[in-house]
């Protein structure tokens, strides 16, 4: 089994609306996916850079995919994934999104030529798992209005963006526990919006509230504050940005900066890197939840398949999708009551229309 060919393709796809974070304002996404053509059998995969976060930029991305990549690829066993990536590694260097879109593609080819998918081909843990839903930085008003559409809609866990004012921000998580009632988890994403000062008074402020937990509320590159906040406060800590790499976790946890791990494929580089990692915060005692950019639907199902994997992965906030028009692989993963269900067909478990 050799690969005849390896395409890559850009999709544009806007926003139903637009959404606010506390160093940006989105309004569409630009993901780029990989075919992998063997014969009897095709590989799909799907970056989503992220200039903030992964360092990429989608025109990089797609001229990396086509070109450099592609050339190493053809002709390549692709049933020999970690061989093909570490023969990548020169070319795909500081391009995370990248790697993890080849990396999807190969495993996609794995698992279809396996007969299996992919959840039950790394380990098989659970069936399904609840996934978070997002509301980006809106007034009070606004933000009271989306928590009770989506808990209408299914949702059992909604995730909060914040990070610019401790103060309104904690208002705003305040009034939508009331709203919502206690049955409904709530999430905080400061998005390294706080100092250490504004973390700690953003928790007591907003302690009634209840969260069970609060995500990268520091500047990435600056772990000890985010071990200031861990070990002076009674929520749980999350690390996001601040885990791009293996390395990075063993960072974290050998000094127990956070209490958790937010690991997302388009950060770290694909599902190989990130089965390295739960591997990691499992050895710590360390609880994992899998996140996503705004990503295409074929990747949310790469999450997907990790996190009904192993047991480690407890979380997820997998809602990338939800809001994409025009998304080509629409229909990859299944949602049903804020719970996320894969395809049972081999691998992905889904082919991408269009290309």
Known sequence: MRILAAEAWRVDMPLCEPYAIAYESVDRAANVFVRLDAGTHTGWGCAAPDGPVTGETPGGTLAVLAGDAAA???????????????????????RPAARAAIDMALWDLVGRRAGLPLWRLFGGYRLRIRTSVTIGILDEVATVERAREFTSRGFRCLKLKGGLDPTGDAARVLRVREAVGPGIELRFDANQGYTVEQSLAFVELARKARL?????????????????????????????????????????????????????????????????????AQAAGWEVMVGCMDEAALAIAAGLHFAL???????????????????????????????????????LGFTPRGF
């Open 72 to 94: 190493v690829l053809r002709g390549a066993d692709p049933l020999r994934p970690s061989a093909l990536l570490h023969r990548l590694g020169p070319v795909l260097r500081d």
């Open 212 to 280: 069970s937990l609060i995500e990268q509320p520091t500047p990435r590159a600056e772990l000890e504050q985010l071990g200031r906040v861990t070990a002076g406060v009674p929520v749980r800590i999350m690390a996001d940005e601040s885990l791009m790499s293996l390395r990075d976790a063993f960072r974290l946890t050998r000094r127990d900066l956070a209490d958790m791990v937010n690991i997302k494929l388009m950060k770290v580089g694909g599902l190989s890197e990130a089965l390295k990692i739960a591997a990691v």
């Open 309 to 347: 994997a192993r047991r480690g992965v407890r979380y997820a906030d997998l809602d990338g999708h939800l809001d994409l028009r025009d998304d080509p692989s629409d229909g990859a993963v299944r949602l049903r009551d804020g719970w996320l269900y894969p395809t049972e067909a081999p691998g």
